[in-house]
């Protein structure tokens, strides 16, 4: 091959994947026209089946969510996923144990989740809500494009993580506190 042709070769195929960025189809394959747990109309089930899972959590906004009834229990399980999406989701802005302590905590105002406002005062359903439409600043977890947010937290997800927050926060932020407070 000649020498010239093979160096504009080599320079196309390195200046490319910095393109791919930009082409129509770079998007979150998640966003496609399929139809995602919890919408459209589910399928009649058979006779005298007897369902075994599935999470009847769909709701409009958050004020809708405000009422539901989270169906996970708090068991070591639930707990241990819960406590694995909020370390990646969740602590970037309301820190590793959700005090409020995170880099970016002040400038953005995220609030102390372990707080009596958060834990004892808004309901399980709130927070799948906020999780799920985001709040004032905070993206929605659960609505593409709400608030600029994304659905990275499927319905299961969220629960997860609501049971984590109000359960065991409260623990791993003392936990933490006193691990910090030995010599
Ligand atoms: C990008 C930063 C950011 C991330 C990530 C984030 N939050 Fe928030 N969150 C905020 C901010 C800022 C507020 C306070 C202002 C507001 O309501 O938007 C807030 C408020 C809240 C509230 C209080 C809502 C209310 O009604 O007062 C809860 C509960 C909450 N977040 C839980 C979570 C959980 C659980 C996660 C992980 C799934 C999470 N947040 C992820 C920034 C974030």
Redesign the pocket.
């Given at each position: 091959m000649n020498k010239f042709i093979r160096n504009i070769l080599l320079v196309g195929m390195c200046a490319a994947p910095a393109m791919v960025y930009a082409w129509p189809w770079s998007q979150d394959m998640m966003n496609q026209p399929s139809i995602k747990p919890q919408e459209g109309t589910p399928a009649p089930f058979a006779k005298r089946s007897v369902p075994v899972s599935g999470i009847p959590t769909k709701v409009a906004n958050r004020d809708e969510a405000k009422g539901l009834k989270n169906p996970m229990q708090p068991t070591p399980e639930v707990l241990k996923q819960g406590k694995n999406?909020?370390k990646i989701?969740?602590a970037?802005?309301?820190g590793l144990a959700g005090q409020a302590n995170s880099p970016?905590s002040d400038k953005?105002?995220?609030?102390d989740?372990t707080s009596d406002?958060?834990q004892k005062q808004?309901t399980e359903g709130?927070?799948f809500g906020?999780?799920t439409y985001?709040?004032?600043?905070?993206?929605a977890?659960g609505v593409p494009g709400e608030g600029g947010g994304s659905n990275d937290?499927s319905p299961e997800e969220?629960w997860y993580?609501?049971t984590y927050?109000k359960n065991q926060l409260v623990k791993d932020a003392a936990a933490a506190a006193q691990t910090k407070s030995q010599p």
């Open positions: 999406l909020f989701i969740c970037a802005c309301h970016v953005i105002g995220a609030i989740l406002y958060v808004l709130w927070l906020t999780i985001g709040s004032a600043i905070m993206p977890y937290l969220r993580v609501v927050v």
